[in-house]
């Protein structure tokens, strides 16, 4: 059994490239996460990710390794447009139409990849992810579009808090919803494109979502939220990596560190829960404490 400490183990390239990759995705995801838990767009999101499998595909496909980036935007930036036009509907015409897109899009990305020789490998890749083997210009990508993202969001804050927390008085005051969610729904797309190529299609919902919602469990402030779902985030990627280091070295079990981190934020979740659930019963006073 090989003893490396972690130090030595985050100053390896590669395991500093994927800790550099995790960096990024954490300050974005805890500014972009925040709207998707005020808006409720959880099964929005979830649907933008599912909508870029195709684009990851054909630019896979066309380009190899390369043209997994112009692929992704491409997807992105339509299923972006759609998905707002789709918002303006509202209701349940709302939610089936954005489940029709998602799994007719990410159907269509598995009968297209299926046709390479290499299908199982490929599929695998795009569903899952290779944070160890993200190379350096994957990472400039990965840093070039989480800003874009975090641009968006910076410029449209404003109206998104506004749209969050008073949608028919954002609307009663003049401001253009369309555009407003327009902008948002991009803002995740950008932020799905920069996480696939490190954490895969299944994988990246969850720093989308998972994060935030254990900082709102922590945590009542509204200035707080973004910090917290960052260093929650960073510290689960962290986690991850370290703990699937440990294991493939010791030779005990060679797990994915993509699901390896999802499973400690759901970890994280969970306790989150509990500590919620706790504080809750404490603050409550007896009845006999009430009269």
């Known amino acids: 059994m090989i003893?490396?400490?972690?130090?030595?183990?985050?100053?390896?390239?590669?395991?500093?490239r994927a800790l550099i990759a995790i960096a990024i995705l954490s300050v974005a995801a805890g500014a972009v996460g925040v709207f998707i838990n005020f808006r409720e767009l959880e099964f929005v999101s979830d649907g933008l990710v599912h909508a870029v499998f195709p684009g990851l595909v054909i630019g896979m496909l066309v380009g190899g390794s390369a043209g997994l980036l112009p692929g992704a935007v491409i997807a992105a930036v339509i299923a972006a447009a759609l998905f707002a036009f789709l918002g303006r509907t509202g209701g349940s015409g709302r939610d089936a139409g954005i489940a029709v897109t998602l799994t007719g899009l990410f159907s269509l990305g598995v009968v297209i990849v299926s046709r390479s020789e290499s299908y199982v490998s490929q599929l695998q890749e795009l569903l899952f992810g290779r944070i160890l083997t993200v190379t350096v210009?994957?990472?400039?990508?990965?840093?070039?579009?989480?800003?874009?993202?975090?641009?968006?969001?910076?410029?449209?804050?404003?109206?998104?808090?506004?749209?969050?927390?008073?949608p028919a008085g954002f609307e009663n005051a003049g401001f253009n919803a369309f555009r407003t969610d327009l902008a948002l729904n991009v803002a995740v797309a950008l932020l799905v494109v920069a996480g696939v190529q490190a954490l895969g299609v299944l994988m990246v919902i969850a720093i989308l979502v998972l994060p935030v919602a254990i900082a709102r469990l922590l945590s009542r402030a509204l200035w707080s939220l973004m910090p917290i779902a960052t260093l929650i985030m960073f510290g689960a990627g962290v986690a991850g990596l370290w703990a699937s280091f440990e294991w493939s070295v010791s030779g005990?079990?060679?797990?994915?560190?993509?699901?390896?981190?999802?499973?400690?934020?759901?970890?994280?979740?969970?306790?989150?829960?509990?500590?919620?659930?706790?504080?809750?019963?404490?603050?409550?006073?007896?009845?006999?404490?009430?009269?």
């Open 137 to 166: 210009a994957q990472l400039w990508q990965i840093a070039v579009v989480a800003l874009a993202a975090l641009v968006i969001i910076w410029c449209a804050r404003r109206a998104l808090l506004f749209r969050s927390f008073d």
């Open 3 to 16: 003893d490396v400490g972690v130090f030595a183990m985050f100053s390896l390239p590669f395991m500093m």
């Open 252 to 291: 005990r079990v060679s797990a994915s560190p993509g699901a390896l981190i999802v499973l400690i934020l759901i970890s994280a979740y969970i306790v989150g829960v509990g500590i919620s659930f706790a504080v809750g019963r404490l603050g409550r006073k007896p009845m006999c404490e009430r009269r």
